[in-house]
C-alpha cells in the first residue's frame, strides 16, 4: 500500500506522521530547512514560494510555540496566513470537523496545519481530501493527541544534527512522561529511521508505554543509569491533561526521581546538549539550573522550528 504521505512520484503531499517517511525524504527536509534558517539574519526575512497560497491554522487544542512558528513560517514564505478562532467558530454549533474543512475549501485554501486532542483528526482530513479528489490540499499534524508531532520531531532532529553533525554515533535519552508523549514518539521514529544507534527512554513504569522496546528503544526506570553517556538529553513535561487517575505519588517525589539537574547532567557527556519540547514545568521535570545552563539548546528549538516549518510548507507546495 502506497504511503498517504506521499504520492506517486514519491513527493511528499500531506505531513502527518514519521512513522513510515522514508530516511530520504526525512532528511530532504533537514537540509531544504538549512537556507530557510538564516533567512532569520536578513533585513527583508521573506520568500515568495508561497506567494498566492492561503494556509488555514486550525488549532482545536492550546499552542503557544507551535501555532506561532507556522503563522511566521508561512508569512515567510509571503502566503496568506488564516488563524480560525476555533473557540468563536461554528464548531462550537455542532458542525463536523470535515464540514468545517470542506466549508475553508470552498474559501480557496491550499494548506490546514491541524492540532486537535483526537488522535488521528489531521489523518481523517487529509484521507477525506484525498478520497474526494482535491489532492492540491494540503494538511500538515501540528499535534493529534498522544499519537504523532511530526514537525516537533522534525526540528528537533534539525537541532540535533545542528549540534551533533551525525546521529550515527549518537546516544540520545527521552526522559520522563513517554506514554502520553506525541513528541517522543515522532523523535524516536526520526532517530531510528536516520540511524542512530542508541535511543534511550527513561521514566516510570507507569509512563512509558507497555511495547516501548518494540519501537527499537532501551528502557531504563533509573535516570542514572540511563543517562550516563548521553550525547543528547531529551526531557518530557508530564502530560496532565492526557492522564487518566493518578500515575504519580506527587510532582516533589517525581523530580526528585526523573527531574533533571545539574548533578544527573553530569552523568551524561561533558559535551551533552538539553533538549526540551516545551512547555516546560520548572522543578517538575526540570532544573532552572539545566533549563538556562548553557548546555540547554530549549530556545534554539524554538527558533529552528519556524525553517523546518517553513521546509515542510515549501515541500508540500511543491518547491
Ligand atoms: N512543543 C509544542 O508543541 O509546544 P506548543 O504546545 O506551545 O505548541
Redesign the pocket.
Known amino acids: 500500500m502506497r504511503n498517504p504521505q506521499l504520492n506517486a512520484a514519491g513527493e511528499l503531499t500531506h505531513l502527518l506522521t514519521l512513522e513510515d517517511l522514508p530516511a530520504e525524504v526525512i532528511s530532504r527536509i533537514l537540509d531544504t530547512a538549512v537556507p530557510f534558517a538564516s533567512i532569520a539574519e536578513r533585513d527583508v526575512k521573506k520568500v515568495p514560494l508561497l506567494r498566492g497560497r492561503s494556509v488555514f491554522n486550525l488549532f482545536f487544542?492550546?499552542?503557544?510555540?507551535?501555532?506561532?512558528?507556522f503563522e511566521i513560517a508561512a508569512k515567510r514564505l509571503s502566503a496568506d496566513v488564516i488563524n480560525l478562532n476555533i473557540g468563536a467558530s461554528s464548531t462550537s454549533k455542532g458542525e463536523t470537523l470535515l464540514d468545517t474543512v470542506d466549508n475553508l475549501v470552498a474559501m480557496n485554501a491550499d494548506m490546514f496545519v491541524v492540532?486537535h486532542a483526537q488522535s488521528g483528526a489531521p489523518h481523517l482530513i487529509a484521507a477525506h481530501l484525498n478520497r474526494t479528489g482535491r489532492t492540491h490540499v494540503h494538511v500538515v499534524n501540528?499535534?493529534d493527541g498522544r499519537h504523532a508531532?511530526p514537525t516537533?520531531g522534525l526540528l528537533d532532529l534539525f537541532t540535533i544534527r545542528h549540534y551533533k553533525q551525525d546521529f550515527h554515533r549518537l546516544t540520545v535519552a527521552i526522559v520522563g512522561d513517554v506514554l502520553h508523549s506525541r513528541?517522543a514518539r515522532s523523535l524516536i521514529h526520526g532517530l531510528t529511521t536516520l540511524g542512530t544507534p542508541e535511543v534511550r527512554v527513561i521514566g516510570p513504569k507507569t509512563l512509558l508505554p507497555t511495547a516501548v522496546a518494540s519501537l527499537g528503544v532501551q528502557v531504563f526506570h533509573d535516570m542514572r543509569e540511563g543517562l550516563a553517556g548521553c550525547d543528547v538529553v531529551v526531557m518530557l513535561r508530564l502530560q496532565n491533561e492526557r492522564m487518566k487517575g493518578a500515575l504519580l505519588p506527587s510532582a516533589g517525589e517525581y523530580f526528585k526521581h526523573y527531574g533533571l539537574t545539574p548533578e544527573k547532567l553530569a552523568l551524561a557527556k561533558p559535551d551533552a546538549i538539553v533538549m526540551h519540547?516545551?512547555?516546560m514545568n520548572r522543578g517538575v521535570e526540570i532544573d532552572s539550573a539545566v533549563a538556562d545552563g548553557e548546555r540547554s539548546v530549549i530556545l534554539p528549538q524554538v527558533t529552528f522550528?519556524i525553517a523546518v516549518r517553513m521546509a515542510v510548507m515549501s515541500m508540500l507546495a511543491g518547491n
Open positions: 487544542e492550546n499552542s503557544t510555540r507551535t501555532r506561532t512558528t492540532r501540528a499535534g508531532h516537533q513528541v519540547p516545551g512547555p522550528g
